[in-house]
């Protein structure tokens, strides 16, 4: 009660006031007509304090996020029921929301009265422009009685948080190529299908299907053989993030990094929809498997990356190798030096095919012409020893979008058209 009058507003104190003046009037006129009264004018905001301090702890809240995870750029609904608990109908209700500054000002939402047991809800709309997690709540509620003599203050302390996620851009389908690896008895087998002379086959063993044995081979051989079991072959692919806070330039959401994490965003979710185990491997020391959580693991682990303030290639090449089983490696590097771009050699290892986005940081600030040509100079070897380590080399400049890119990835590392501009490029402008 002692809360509910430290929240009359200016009515209900005016109120009180008048009572006050009223009733030492009546003392001092001798008029009880004039003491009803200001029995009266005290009375309404005291009971409008109580009214309001009851009411105050009969209320539910619930909240919901249409959807939870949502692509930057796009509209998240935010949707609060809320439901009065008590027999007593409440006043109008103020609603407004804590948000963090990068999903805008706080909604404020007004309710109009909910009666016995009664529920309403309100809705308003969110809009991030920059992945991450952000905390929505806790829901402050003014409540006030249908005089407006007091107003209290109730928050919940539920929070729910809405993730970000990086924008995943679809990607044309084409032939990568490299990406089978396998285990078992004929892990030596290539993918094609083999011809009846050339099929795998071992001795016969006992509880052995006699509908697998191999009739040519137990004639040549002279012992019962049979077929070995079928290889079981699967897509993997290891998709590889650098986050060297010096190999990016740009801020905010231009940045040539935000472009890095959409496009593992962007390649992963294509892998995983053809059909490949994916690995994801970050130079901040992440290293999952697409296998363990779906998705939702992949973008939820993307939405919280950060650029690593003491990154190397060397430690990313060598946590890629720990678990390094063969398959498709799918680089996506900021700016590198010649050396480390050999140092990428490392990955493949196992018969692995490489590919690498090499992302030219540079093209994302502001130089002059002399800088602007070292600059590209400097990408252009560094692509070239990418190349001559057996990588298949994308060039990333800014502008670039990840479906034109693409299909580029679909090169041989031996030549073709990438290899032989590179090589021109470089030769252009060392010589």
């Known amino acids: 009660m002692r809360e509910a009058l430290r929240g009359l507003t200016t009515r209900g104190r005016s109120f009180l006031a008048a009572a006050a003046a009223a009733g030492i009037s009546a003392i001092v006129l001798g008029e009880r007509d004039l003491l009803r009264v200001a029995v009266l004018l005290a009375a309404l905001p005291l009971l409008a304090a109580a009214y309001v301090g009851r009411s105050r702890y009969k209320l539910a809240c619930t909240r919901s996020l249409e959807p939870g995870r949502a692509p930057v750029g796009s509209s998240a609904r935010v949707i609060l ?11 109008t209700l103020l609603l407004e929301d804590k948000l963090p500054y990068a999903l805008g000002s706080r909604p404020r939402v007004v309710l109009e009265r ?10 308003y709309t969110v809009r991030a422009d920059v992945r991450g997690r952000y905390p929505i709540g806790p829901l402050v509620i003014r409540l006030t009685d249908p005089f407006g003599l007091c107003e209290l203050t109730r928050s919940f302390p539920s929070i ?16 990568i190529g490299g990406e089978y690896a396998g285990t078992g008895d004929s892990r030596a087998r290539s993918v094609a299908v083999h011809g009846e002379d ?13 509908r697998r044995v191999h009739w040519r081979s137990t004639a040549r051989t002279g012992e019962l053989m049979v077929r070995r079991e079928e290889q079981p072959w699967e897509s993997r692919a290891t998709v590889v993030l650098d986050t060297r806070v010096f190999a990016h330039r740009g801020e905010g ?56 303030q003491n990154g190397d290639i060397s430690i990313l090449v060598e946590q890629v190798r720990r678990r390094s089983d063969g398959g498709l490696v799918v ?57 001559h380590a057996g990588w298949r080399s994308v060039p990333v400049t800014h502008g670039a979008t990840l479906p034109n890119l693409w299909p580029a ?17 470089v030769g252009g402008v060392i010589r």
């Not at 994490?261 to 490949?276: C, E, F, K, N, P």
């Not at 990955?347 to 800088?371: K, Y």
């Open 331 to 387: 680089g996506i590097f900021g700016s590198l030096t010649v050396a480390e771009a050999e140092l990428l050699t490392g990955l493949r290892s196992n018969g692995a095919t490489c590919i690498g986005f090499a992302i030219d940081s540079s093209t994302w600030v502001s130089m002059t012409p002399g800088e602007r040509q070292e600059a590209d100079r400097e990408h252009a070897a560094a692509a070239l020893a990418l190349v």
């Open 114 to 123: 909910l009666g016995s047991h009664q529920a309403s809800s309100v809705a």
């Open 253 to 308: 959401p231009t940045a040539s990094f935000e472009w890095a994490v959409s496009a593992t965003a962007s390649i992963a979710m294509h892998l995983r929809q053809a059909g490949y185990k994916l690995r994801l491997v970050t130079g901040s020391g992440i290293d999952i498997d697409a296998a363990e959580g779906g998705e939702g693991l992949i973008l939820d682990t993307l939405a919280d990356v950060k650029l690593a």
């Open 160 to 175: 729910d948080r809405l993730t970000v996620i990086p924008q995943v851009v679809p990607l044309p389908a084409v032939r």
């Open 81 to 91: 029921r809320l439901q009065n608990m008590s027999r007593l109908p409440t006043g």
């Open 409 to 425: 990835a679909a090169r041989g590392s031996s030549g073709f058209a990438w290899r032989a501009a590179m090589a021109e490029t």
């Open 198 to 210: 050339d099929a795998a086959t071992r001795e016969y063993r006992r509880g052995d299907d006699l």
